[in-house]
C-alpha cells in the first residue's frame, strides 16, 4: 500500500516576509489547480507561477499535497468568515428576514471562486481534509440551531437538530448545486429568484 503523502507544513511562516512567500505559494498552487489541474501542479511548477525557488517551497510545504491541503483550509476559512458574520448579523431578526439573508450568504459564499471550490471539493479526500470540512459543518450547524433556539416561539416545531439539519442541508445543497454546476448561468436575476424561492421553502418548513 503506497504510502499517503505528507499534507502538514513544515514550518509556519511568523515574519512579513516568509508570510508573502507562503501567500504567494498557496495563491499560484489555487491558480494551476483551476487553470490546469491536479496532475499539473509539480512543485516546480508551484514555484515558477508563484515566482520563488523550489528551494523556498520546501522550507515551508514537503509537496504540492500540503499545499493544496492549504489552499483548502484557506478557502473553507474564507468561507466560514462569511457564514459566521451572516449569523451574527441575523442574531435578533425574525424568521423570514434572517432565512433570506442566509441563503444569499450561502450562495454568495460559493460564489468566492467557484471554478477553485469544484476542484478543492475533489481534492478534499486526497488531502485528508474531509476532518477540517466536518468541523466547519459543525459549527455552522452549531450557528444556526442557536439562532433557532433565540426564536423557537415563532417555529411550529421543537426538535432543533431536527430542524436545523434539514435547513441547514437544504441551503447548502442549493446553493452547492445552483453555482458549482450553473455558474455561468446564474445571473444575478437568477440568484434573486434562486433566494426569493429557497426563503419560501425553508421558512414555510419551519413555520
Do not use: W
Request: with cysteine.
Amino acid at each position: 500500500m503506497a504510502r499517503k503523502p505528507p499534507t502538514k507544513p513544515r514550518k509556519h511562516a511568523s515574519q512579513e516576509r516568509s508570510r508573502a512567500t507562503v501567500d504567494a505559494l498557496i495563491e499560484a498552487t489555487a491558480r494551476i489547480l483551476v487553470k490546469e489541474g491536479f496532475d499539473k501542479a509539480s512543485t516546480n511548477r508551484i514555484a515558477e507561477v508563484a515566482g520563488v525557488s523550489v528551494g523556498s517551497l520546501y522550507q515551508y510545504y514537503p509537496g504540492k499535497e500540503a499545499l493544496v491541503a492549504a489552499v483548502i483550509d484557506r478557502h473553507n476559512q474564507d468561507i466560514m468568515r462569511v457564514v459566521r458574520s451572516a449569523l451574527a448579523e441575523v442574531a435578533s431578526q425574525p424568521i423570514e428576514k434572517a432565512v433570506r439573508r442566509i441563503v444569499a450568504v450561502a450562495i454568495e459564499a460559493h460564489r468566492i471562486d467557484p471554478r477553485l471550490h469544484r476542484v478543492l471539493a475533489e481534492q478534499i479526500p486526497r488531502t485528508g481534509r474531509l476532518a477540517n470540512l466536518e468541523a466547519f459543518n459543525r459549527e455552522t450547524y452549531a450557528l444556526f440551531r442557536a439562532y433557532l433556539e433565540s426564536h423557537s416561539d415563532e417555529l411550529r416545531m421543537t426538535d432543533l437538530g431536527l430542524a436545523t439539519f434539514v435547513c441547514v442541508t437544504t441551503i447548502e445543497a442549493l446553493a452547492h448545486t445552483a453555482v458549482l454546476h450553473n455558474a455561468q448561468k446564474l445571473s444575478d436575476e437568477a440568484v434573486k429568484t434562486l433566494v426569493d424561492e429557497a426563503t419560501r421553502l425553508v421558512v414555510g418548513y419551519l413555520k
